[in-house]
């Protein structure tokens, strides 16, 4: 994969690192005008490690080897003194180090020779700018509220036997555990259904968050745009790489969020892209989470049956209840 998103990302890297180094360098530079002789010292210690490189090389010399060992016990002196210098300021070498973005491959993108999962996720982001997961920062199980969600057991209201608030409960605890289960083939996807406001973006986003923290790579996507974005790639003539790896991306990412599923104009192209991105993910044990404004009998009715099945058998449908967040949160800011 080598089109010009991985070039743009590539250099972002190569920018990101030389101002993490920069930026140390400064701040070392800072902490020497304040403490004139940690300078000093350094200095000693590189005249003395070039004389000692010296040394080393003729070490088949006795006297040499003599005058290594001296320079060697000189150099640990100064060492020493140089770290207690820094203790007296409160502070450690380690306070020089340039500061990383990821500590996993010091933001070079690349890890144990392979690409860094950070780099991965980057490439995506990128390919998939207008995707939501921005909102990941404001979205995720640390700022899950439940205080939206009623405690109140009103089966007419809304059918099933138990408070919004227990409801909301379970869904949130298969979430997260589903979260972390991306690999399990026994893991089932998950649908989550439920009308307007209810807060199943907000937990898409939550589960995306704790994906992306395993290191592991999202796509979010509207199923509108995702579906048109297929389709045209599909009958487009002249494919650049670029949107040849952002096609493949969506079979291969570690989770596919489709969101709004049933928002979109049908059309059989699409219902074909639809059944193929369900098929190809499920058998190559890739996990989707679709949520929809849909109850299953408007699935039933509105797709093909070939993609209904799909849903009952490899999905667990998380059904949403209870007020409309939206409208909670304007009646909070209008008191
Ligand atoms: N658990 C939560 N804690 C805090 N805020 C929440 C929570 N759930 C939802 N919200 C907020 O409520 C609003 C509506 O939530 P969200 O967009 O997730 O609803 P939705 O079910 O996806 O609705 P739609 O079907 O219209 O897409 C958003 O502003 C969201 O940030
Ligand atoms: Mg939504
Ligand atoms: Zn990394």
Redesign the pocket.
């Known amino acids: 994969m080598q089109g010009s998103v991985y070039r743009k990302v590539e250099r972002d890297y190569d920018i990101k690192r030389q101002r993490a180094i920069s930026e140390a360098k400064k701040f070392k530079q800072s902490v020497y005008d304040n403490n004139p002789r940690l300078a000093q010292i350094e200095d000693e210690i590189n005249t003395i490690s070039l004389k000692s490189a010296k040394a080393r090389i003729f070490s088949d010399d006795l006297s040499r080897e003599v005058e290594q060992q001296k320079l060697e016990v000189e150099l640990a002196k100064l060492n020493f003194e140089y770290d207690e210098e820094l203790k007296k300021i409160g502070m450690t070498r380690k306070d020089f180090e340039p500061k990383y973005e990821c500590s996993k491959c010091n933001d070079t993108g690349y890890f144990e020779n392979k690409i860094c999962s950070c780099f991965s996720q980057q490439l995506i982001n990128e390919s998939f700018k207008q995707s939501n997961l921005s909102k990941i920062k404001e ?1 995720n199980f640390e ?4 205080g ?1 969600y009623s405690t109140c057991n009103d089966k007419e209201k809304y059918g099933i036997d138990k408070s919004p608030l227990e409801n909301i409960d379970a869904i949130r605890k298969l979430a997260y555990k589903f979260s972390h289960n991306l690999d399990d083939p026994e893991q089932k996807n998950l649908l989550f259904t ?10 898409a986003n939550c589960i995306a968050a704790e994906v992306i923290k395993q290191g592991k790579s999202v796509i979010y996507q509207t199923a509108p745009i995702l579906l048109d974005k297929m389709t045209d790639y599909k009958f487009k003539f002249n494919k650049t790489e670029d949107e040849k790896d952002e096609y493949d991306k969506i079979f291969e990412v570690d989770l596919l969020i489709i ?2 599923l049933g928002t979109e104009a049908m059309n059989s192209a699409k219902f074909s892209e639809l059944f193929n991105i369900l098929n190809t993910r499920l058998l190559k044990n890739k996990k989707i989470l679709i ?1 929809t ?1 849909l109850t299953p009998q408007e699935i039933k009715r509105e797709y093909e049956e070939r993609i209904f099945s799909r849903f009952v058998g490899d999905f667990m449908i998380c059904r ?1 209840v209870g007020e409309d ?2 409208l909670l ?1 304007k009646k909070i800011a209008n008191k």
């Open positions: 979205e700022t899950f509220d439940y939206y439920g009308s307007t406001g209810l807060g199943k973006t907000f937990l969101d709004d949520s404004n949403f967040i939206r949160k």
